[in-house]
């Protein structure tokens, strides 16, 4: 079946240094699936960080990128320059066949001022 | 602002017991789904649904309940509560299966 398999946490990180998730998936199910980036800030409800659903395409939001790369299986989520304020849990996944979302297991990433 | 809402925030309880978990949106969409997370683990489906009186199950529906009396409230139930179902619960919404969903803050269920 559908998978996605994320950089296992915790991740931590220095205030203004760059930072990548990786994130990798396994798609039997549909040829281009709908890719996803979600984040869980404390205290709140998951949220969308920035989808893409065209392989080749890059996706951005808050200064995050990634880019659905159909040859590696890959969306990578990176940032040039993290803040304090990005400390979050942050989950990959993909839209399968049935349209339902296939998650990752979460990158919980700690800023460290 | 849309919203989706869950109560209760928390609970506990017994082994055996019946645990009702309440779900309610704003967002006026008509996919709603039921989630659960396990420390450490991604988001499974348990149950979602496209239409009110109607629910599906998802990949993990075995020891749950789904009910959808309307568009707006989309209900979890555990008949006979086991240990294995202690777990953090998410509901969400979306206007389309392809769409982004909306989450509601979760509930955290301890069952002892």
């Known amino acids: 079946g559908d998978s996605v398999t994320q950089t296992e946490g915790p991740v931590t990180v220095s205030e203004s240094e760059s930072l990548i998730i990786n994130c990798t998936y396994s798609?039997?199910?549909?040829?281009?699936?709908?890719l996803f980036w979600y984040v869980r800030y404390p205290g709140e409800g998951l949220q969308l960080l920035l989808k893409?659903?065209?392989a080749g395409q890059k996706g951005s939001s808050r200064g995050f990128e990634a880019t659905y790369n159909k040859e590696t299986t890959s969306f990578h989520l990176q940032k040039a320059s993290v803040q304090e304020s990005d400390s979050a849990v942050y989950y990959c996944?993909?839209?399968?066949?049935?349209?339902?979302?296939?998650w990752g297991s979460g990158t919980k990433l700690i800023i460290k001022p | 602002e849309a919203a989706v809402t869950q109560s209760p925030r928390s609970k506990v309880a017994v082994t055996g017991g019946k645990v009702t978990l309440s779900c309610h949106q704003t967002n006026n969409h008509d996919y709603m789904y039921w989630y659960r997370q396990d420390t450490g683990h991604g988001l499974r489906l348990i149950h979602y649904?496209?239409?009110?009186?109607?629910?599906e199950k998802g990949d993990i529906p075995d020891g749950y309940k789904a009910s959808r009396p309307s568009q707006e409230n989309f209900s979890l139930i555990l008949e006979l509560a086991s240990l294995s179902q202690t777990a953090v619960y998410f509901c969400?919404?979306?206007?389309?299966?392809?769409?982004?969903?909306?989450f509601g803050p979760g509930t955290r269920l301890t069952v002892l």
């Open positions: 969400a919404s979306s206007d389309a299966g392809y769409a982004e969903q909306f």
């Open positions: 798609a039997t199910s549909i040829a281009y699936p709908n």
């Open positions: 893409v659903i065209t």
């Open positions: 996944a993909l839209g399968d066949s049935n349209y339902q979302l296939i």
């Open positions: 649904s496209y239409v009110a009186d109607s629910t």
